[in-house]
């Protein structure tokens, strides 16, 4: 029970960082229909920034903040220098053009910042609190409440702003969004910063819980991600949230229980990408298109 | 000088031409019918008036020039693009539809949103419906009333019955004339059920090939041995 | 005789009555064609037809055989082909590949030969030419190396009419054929479609709102409000029913 439990928390923990990035990718695939390969990496480079400030002495919540400022506006250059000229083409551009945005960012990272490994620190306190016989860090309870807060500020924005209703029409439809008068290409820039600084903030969760910050410390994060936002459904907020808590439990059980599978990595995401492609491709909240005739 | 004036227009998309040189004028609370067969370039008129299009000639709005003016640029200036098919926001709820509708308008949309629902009540029992379950009668209402949202000067209607029942179609442009007459907002309605439409409007053109064969007062238009053949059926 | 006969049938979606208790039949070589208000359940039964809706009660006959125990997939091959009231074309494609796209699903070229290209080549030529008569006798065949993709909406309609009657069927079923079409043009579809039927054998099942149309080339109408039938007979008796008039065709009929 004590291991179930340790286990639960740790998958939650984990699972809270997958549903982060999640929304991210599910904030740009509902808006522009891409599927953002460079999502993780993108996080990556913002983390690197926090980890620049700290390096410098500032305080990390405060570097968490600027980093997540700095990375809005640069979703926004990219998506207004890199994509826009590409929004029209097929799916296939689109992908490559994101995949090549991966290579780019991450070759950019090493350059600049070096491959070396880097210490950053964590938001949260060291507490540990013992429920049940087992663990429970004040890291897990700090990162479910960073996503509760993120839901809800995400909430508030699209459901009960002027701006998020505007957001909300162009992404169901970009042409009449235009009529009435909305700015959809502003609105598509403001939706790359808004996934970018998500990203800044799940790179700033997930880090801390890893050994150091490497160039490859989000890859494995992005792929879990994509089974989350996968698993709930690319155009649902609420099944990112689900999907993402859903593969970091399946992953910490998967690899505490069944053996052999601890020394495979990334074989849950990829079976539960594999398993909701086959069964249920729109994923478990995800839309199915029914139109009334 | 009249609300909307469009000369020497040329336009269409890619390299295919559909507009050719056409002049064409809408006057302050106006209602206009644009007649012509498949493919004469109704649609394309009023997308280039709405900046959906890019077009070469001249366009005013009230002595502005629109053209190569952005759709939300023209939009804002006050012309409502309603357009063919409808384009309601389908998973949006109804009312954030009408909201929408006066997104580029200063000041609170709420009293507007009332007032349409008064006007259409069928769409204040479905306001917090998804647009997308609406019937295609509802959906036409709808798109009518997000168009009127933003109180404009111009309101530019592509088929508003395609698809339509009879008695809807009916029911449609008694209303439309019913707010024209209320609110002077002025039209320009390109539209296949010519008898209806020239039953409200003013004055008439007929399209062929890209530009304006022929046009007048509705009720001469009307009379026309050629247009009484080719668009009204007797 | 009766190629259609649709009795009783009723269809849900949760708890909303789409359809309740229909009935009606239509002869071979008949054009019928099927009015009512927008949401009367009209696009309902076509797809009730052509099995992409379950219905949740009653039989429909189509030539003798249970039409409810036969897959979607299998409709083509039992004659039956349908346009679209929001048009299903391939915009990237050119108006004669968007016809022979029907064409192929009645190709006698079965997969193993298609993949050995054993008498592809011939099969392929004819197509080629039954689709260009096709459109040739739609008025399309001047568009035929044109992509779809910008064509206007009248002549779209038209081209979903070409597609399926390359399906060579023997039941035709339009939804809105008509709609955004002037009254000339909608003139000279009606004389294609009832020319169509008399030279292919056809039997045609139309939803249409453009009562000019309705008039002059069904034999049959019924007439549908709230998913029931409210009338049945021919057009002249129609127009002058009084539930059809308020109903449907108000004061222009």
């Known amino acids: 029970m004590a291991l179930f439990l340790s286990q639960l928390f740790i998958g939650i923990g984990n699972g809270v960082v997958y549903a982060s990035v999640a929304l991210a990718l599910v904030l740009i695939f509902r808006t522009t229909g891409i599927l953002n390969f460079a999502q993780g990496e993108m996080a990556l480079f913002s983390t690197y920034i926090t980890w620049k400030f700290t390096d410098h002495g500032m305080p990390v919540v405060l570097a968490i903040i600027l980093s997540m400022a700095i990375s809005f506006i640069g979703g926004m250059i990219i998506e207004r220098v890199l994509i826009r000229p590409v929004e029209s083409a097929s799916p296939l551009t689109i992908v490559i053009v994101t995949l090549g945005m991966f290579l780019a960012i991450n070759s950019l990272a090493q350059l600049i910042f070096g491959t070396g490994e880097k210490q950053l620190p964590s938001p949260f306190p060291s507490h540990r609190y013992h429920v049940l016989g087992t663990t429970l860090t004040a890291q897990t309870i700090g990162l479910v409440a960073v996503l509760a807060v993120e839901c809800l500020v995400l909430y508030i924005l699209f459901q009960r702003t002027k701006m998020g209703l505007a957001f909300r029409a162009v992404a169901n439809n970009v042409e009449s969004s235009r009529l009435v008068g909305i700015n959809s290409g502003l609105m598509l820039m403001l939706g790359w910063g808004m996934a970018a600084a998500l990203g800044a903030l799940a790179g700033a969760m997930v880090v801390p819980t890893q050994p150091a910050l490497v160039p490859s410390s989000m890859q494995s994060v992005l792929v879990l991600s994509f089974a989350a936002a996968a698993l709930g459904g690319f155009d649902s907020p609420l099944g990112a949230v689900v999907g993402g808590l859903v593969v970091g439990v399946a992953d910490a059980m998967t690899h505490q229980y069944i053996d052999g599978l601890d020394q495979i990595e990334l074989v849950v995401p990829f079976a539960l990408i594999l398993l909701v492609l086959l069964f249920r491709p729109n994923g478990l909240f995800g839309k199915t298109v029914v139109e009334r005739v | 000088m009249a609300l909307l004036e469009i000369e020497g227009l040329t336009g269409g998309y890619g390299p295919v031409q559909v507009l050719h040189e056409l002049d064409l004028e809408v006057g302050d609370g106006e209602v206009v019918v644009v007649l012509g067969a498949n493919g004469a370039g109704k649609t394309t008129t009023l997308r280039a008036i709405s900046g959906m299009i890019s077009a070469k000639g001249r366009i005013t709005l009230g002595g502005t020039s629109i053209v190569g003016k952005s759709p939300e640029r023209v939009a804002r200036l006050g012309v409502a693009h309603v357009p063919q098919g409808r384009g309601t926001f389908t998973d949006l709820t109804v009312e954030e539809n009408l909201r929408l509708g006066g997104y580029a308008r200063k000041g609170g949309v709420a009293e507007d949103v009332q007032r349409w629902f008064t006007t259409f009540p069928r769409l204040e029992e479905r306001r917090t419906q998804q647009a997308g379950n609406l019937s295609g009668g509802e959906q036409q209402m709808l798109a009518i009333a997000r168009g009127l949202m933003s109180r404009p000067r111009l309101l530019l209607l592509d088929e508003p019955s395609l698809g339509l029942a009879p008695l809807i179609t009916q029911d449609l442009f008694q209303r439309l004339s019913a707010i024209n007459e209320e609110m002077g907002t002025a039209m320009l309605i390109v539209e296949q059920n010519a008898n209806l439409a020239l039953a409200i409007a003013k004055r008439a053109y007929v399209l062929e090939t890209g530009s304006i064969i022929s046009s007048g007062p509705a009720s001469e238009v009307q009379q026309d041995d050629a247009v009484r053949k080719a668009y009204l059926g007797y | ?253």
């Open chain 3, 1 to 253: 005789m009766a190629l259609l006969s649709v009795e009783d049938v009723g269809v849900r979606f949760g708890g909303v009555v789409a359809l309740d208790g229909l009935s009606f039949t239509v002869d071979e070589g008949t054009i019928c064609a099927l009015i009512g208000p927008n949401g009367a359940g009209k696009t309902t039964l076509f797809n009730v037809l052509s099995r992409l809706y379950q219905a949740t009660t009653g039989a429909v006959t189509f030539d003798g055989q249970n039409l409810l125990a036969v897959p979607s997939h299998r409709i083509a091959e039992l004659g039956m082909a349908r346009t679209f009231q929001n048009l299903a074309l391939f915009p990237a494609l050119t108006v004669l590949e968007n016809v022979m796209t029907g064409a192929h699903s009645s190709g006698k070229v079965g997969f193993t030969r298609a993949a050995l290209r054993i008498g592809v080549g011939s099969e392929e030529r004819r197509m080629r030419a039954q689709s260009h008569e096709i459109l040739q006798r739609l008025s399309l065949d001047h568009l035929a190396d044109r992509p779809c993709g910008g064509l206007p909406y009248g002549t779209l309609k038209r081209i979903e009419i070409a597609r399926a009657l390359a399906l060579s069927p023997r039941f035709l079923m339009l939804d809105e054929p008509a709609a955004g079409l002037t009254h000339s043009e909608v003139d000279e579809l009606g004389a294609a479609i009832k020319s169509i039927r008399d030279d292919f054998s056809l039997t045609v099942l139309l939803v249409e709102h453009h009562m000019a149309m309705v008039m002059q080339i069904s034999d049959h109408v019924v007439v549908m409000d709230f998913g029931r039938k409210i009338a049945d007979g021919p057009p002249e008796v129609i127009r002058n029913d009084p539930a059809v008039i308020k109903a449907y065709l108000g004061a222009s009929a």
